[in-house]
């Protein structure tokens, strides 16, 4: 059975990089001559997208897939919705698996509404889910999976600094976030494809190897999306406990060390797009040795 993340798998072989750009694009990570030319609501829409079509072109063919912050699109009201939507469709065009950092969940009725609206007909590869309602809440996500032949990623063990108030709880004898990879492992169950890996994946942080490694060690179905690279402190080193023993199994995401990339001294002088690409190639480089090392 071939499931998304087999697709997913095959885009990132075919790149030679693990690596999922970040779209959490921000005004002020717009270039002047950009910003200087925003009126209003449209304006922003306008600009959003042609900076975010400006960086899909440049690592098309580099990176695999790409991931749109919602948060940094809906504070701009429908405007910014929108602009989320035709970024996605430029990436749809151009090859991209494309995923959705939405963190949506609810219960019953509700948690169906939020599968419909970004793992429908026409939604995103994979959505990010938060499994706090447990299963009740998931399986209507799991479904759309199953209709759509789409993704999610469950938060597991996340990359900010107080992500171990809770996740890092002892339940029963174990850390919470193991008994939440135990569920993602079992939820995901009966969409395990051609690769060995599910199409219910989890979320596990960059910044945390050592919980990292503990979780790819015991659940081998789960395909992980690995955040906080870069500017989080994460970086290949760490991010390697996420792969398995034949370097797969995982992808790492980084978004203002590629979007912003020309802001940085490292790419001075160079544009947003050719300086975002040189940024992926970098990082690309950077796992890869990590990967060699361990």
């Not at 072989?13 to 002020?28: H, Q, S, Y």
Request: hydrophobic residues 45%.
């Amino acid at each position: 059975m071939r499931v998304i993340t087999d697709r997913l798998i095959d885009k990132i072989k075919e790149t030679g990089n693990p690596t999922v750009a970040g779209l959490d694009t921000r005004i002020d990570f717009l270039p002047e001559s950009m910003r200087a030319r925003l009126d209003g609501g449209e304006d922003i829409e306008n600009a959003l997208v042609e900076f975010n079509c400006g960086i899909l072109d440049a690592l098309k063919g580099i990176v695999p897939a790409i991931k749109i912050q919602s948060a940094y699109y809906e504070m701009y009201a429908h405007y910014g919705v929108r602009a989320m939507y035709r970024t996605a469709a430029h990436a749809v065009q151009n090859g991209f698996v494309v995923m959705a950092d939405v963190k949506r969940n609810d219960i019953g009725a509700t948690a169906e509404a939020y599968a419909a609206a970004y793992l429908g007909a026409n939604g995103y590869d994979y959505i990010t889910v938060n499994p706090y309602p447990g299963y009740d809440g998931i399986k209507p996500f799991v479904d759309s999976c199953v209709a759509n032949d789409r993704g999610i990623f469950v938060l597991a063990r996340m990359s900010n600094p107080s992500a171990a108030q809770l996740q890092n709880l002892i339940v029963d004898g174990e850390p919470l976030y193991m008994r939440v990879g135990a569920l993602i492992e079992e939820w995901g169950g009966a969409l395990v494809g051609e690769n060995g890996y599910s199409a219910v994946g989890a979320v596990v942080g960059a910044t945390s190897p050592e919980e990292a490694r503990k979780l790819r060690e015991r659940f081998k179905t789960v395909f992980f999306l690995v955040p906080g690279y870069g500017a989080q402190g994460g970086s290949g080193a760490t991010a390697a406990a996420a792969f398995d023993a034949n370097g797969n199994g995982a992808i790492v995401n980084n978004s203002r060390g590629i979007i912003a990339a020309y802001m940085t001294e490292k790419y001075k002088g160079m544009t947003y797009d050719k300086a975002a690409r040189a940024a992926a190639v970098d990082m690309r480089e950077d796992l890869a040795n990590a990967l060699k090392r361990r």
